[in-house]
């Protein structure tokens, strides 16, 4: 039971501390990987990727973002994507809500390249390992507009920089 209130208080004041670091005018850059062995495509069934991005507090809680990343495939398939989004953190929690749009190229090796367009959106949590780093897991779902089976779910985890 200790632990358990231990472990309540301390998620409390990390909280508490997270309002400062979404301000206005307030940099993030958050690298993660993605899909860890659990993401899902019609088109490559499970995948192992890497993202980064990077933007800036428009105003409180609400961030802008540009965003790359790639994604392979064991039979040396891969995609890279290019895009921007939106980032809305609910006040003094760390939760987040995500909204993506981004172009992606597919290469394949036996069928050749693939352009697609895709619109996402995740679900967060920023969890403060001191006043300016994170460690944040989220779910995400990134709808293709061009060929069904290019849309993909799964999960994600990185580290958010705030400055």
Do not use: C, H
């Amino acid at each position: 039971m200790k632990k358990l209130l231990l472990i309540g208080i301390i998620f409390l004041l990390s909280s508490l501390t997270a309002k400062a670091q979404f301000e206005q005018n307030k940099w993030l850059l958050t690298p993660s990987i993605t899909g860890i062995g659990m993401s899902y495509s019609g088109q490559d069934k499970f995948s192992f990727g890497f993202e980064a991005e990077g933007g800036v507090f428009l105003m409180d809680n609400f961030a802008v973002l540009l965003n790359a990343g790639s994604d392979y495939k064991g039979e040396g398939d891969k995609r890279t994507s290019l895009g921007s989004g939106v980032r809305y953190y609910f006040e003094q929690t760390g939760i987040y809500i995500g909204s993506k749009f981004k172009y992606d190229k597919y290469d394949f090796r036996d069928t050749g390249n693939k352009n697609d367009v895709t619109l996402g959106a995740e679900i967060g949590y920023a969890f403060f390992i001191n006043r300016t780093v994170t460690i944040e897991p989220a779910i995400y779902y990134n709808q293709s507009l061009t060929d069904q089976d290019y849309s993909k779910v799964g999960v994600k985890i990185g580290f958010g920089f705030y400055f």
